[in-house]
């Protein structure tokens, strides 16, 4: 454990103590954010903290994507000005915002840049100032209907407010469909009382449930972009615009993924019970696999004009994807 600062021995004026923030939660404040990933290593902001007492300089290494989907939405809009204040509080004094650094971006990185760049110039920023320049580049960089998309990070945020969201999450973390949990491979599980529902034929008690994320969030964010379209000036913004669709893309991907893997009602989708789990019957795969497509095929279009080339750290985009499987999976 080199994270805890060391008992009786301090640093040289000219020795720099980096840290790194790999395994904190982004939707709340590091200083305030109750998640406790690990019992045997410090807290990182308390280590900052301690480190601080005895160190003049330190550098911290801090991320600033979703490194498992670089394509999905990294709802930290509320904390990236906090946490700037916390740094320089604490003797940070050299500040490495790692994003999606190894292709170009589908979700906010542009604006992410922008917003953390002008706190690295001033990390004592005011949270009205902060909420100025944020919607400057809105406007300057999305057109007239740049208040849509205000909204949608405001939902966004609003969406995770109660949950951590770490940088290896799902997406489907990210926009949780409720009552579903995660198992060790972060894969999507749904939990036996889940299927008292099914067992009772109650599908509508279970596709309430499990509708939940799409209603809420792919359905309402939807209406945000096609307001923000319509009221759009000019070719370039409307590029823009058209990039930043593919964060909304990807959570559909990933959702109709999760629907065909699990066997969940979806619309007016047939299913039958098998081995305590929901089977689609043959006919209704065939329409939900073409839905699956056409979402699929739209967004590996768009990924291919924007010259998007990963989908992961570690996935590059593939040449001959399987469109049938969700998008960080189309190399199976
Ligand atoms: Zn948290």
Redo the contacts with the bound molecule.
């Keep these: 454990d080199t994270r805890t600062p060391p008992v009786g021995i301090v640093p040289e004026d000219n020795v720099i103590v980096e840290l790194c923030s790999i395994e ?5 404040p590091l200083e305030t ?3 406790e990933r690990s019992t045997t290593v410090m807290k990182f902001s308390t280590a900052i903290k301690e480190w601080a007492k005895i160190c003049k300089n330190l550098y911290v290494g801090d991320y600033t994507t979703d490194f498992s989907n670089y394509l999905a939405p990294f709802p930290n809009f509320n904390v990236i000005r906090q946490n700037a204040r916390f740094f320089a509080e604490n003797n940070v004094k050299g500040l490495f915002e790692q994003g999606t650094y190894d292709t170009l971006s589908g979700e906010f990185a542009e604006l992410r840049s922008y917003l953390l760049s002008k706190l690295l110039w001033d990390p004592y920023m005011t949270e009205e100032d902060y909420n100025t320049y944020m919607c400057k580049f809105l406007q300057a960089y999305y057109g007239a209907g740049w208040r849509n998309i205000l909204s949608y990070i405001n939902l966004m945020i609003k969406t995770t407010e109660d ?3 770490f940088i290896y999450d799902n997406v489907l973390k990210i926009y949780p469909c409720e009552d579903v949990r995660y198992d060790r491979n972060n894969k999507p599980q749904i939990p036996d009382e889940a299927y008292a529902d099914v067992e009772n034929h109650d599908w509508l008690q279970y596709s309430k449930k499990l509708r939940h994320f799409e209603n809420s969030f792919i359905e309402a964010a939807e209406i945000y972009w096609q307001a923000a379209f319509e009221l759009c000036d000019s070719d370039e913004a409307k590029a823009h615009l058209e990039k930043l669709s593919i964060q909304l893309l990807a959570c559909k991907s990933a959702f109709l993924g999760f629907v065909k893997d699990q066997g969940l009602p979806w619309t007016e989708l047939q299913f039958f019970i098998k081995d305590k789990r929901l089977e689609i019957i043959d006919e209704t795969k065939k329409q939900l696999d073409a839905v699956i497509y056409e979402n699929n095929k739209k967004l590996y279009d768009l990924l291919i004009k924007y010259n998007i080339t990963k989908i992961c750290e570690w996935t590059a985009l593939p040449s001959n994807p399987n469109l049938y499987n969700e998008v960080t999976a189309w190399n199976q």
């Design positions: 904190c939660c982004f939707s709340h954010c109750l998640a949950s951590h969201i």
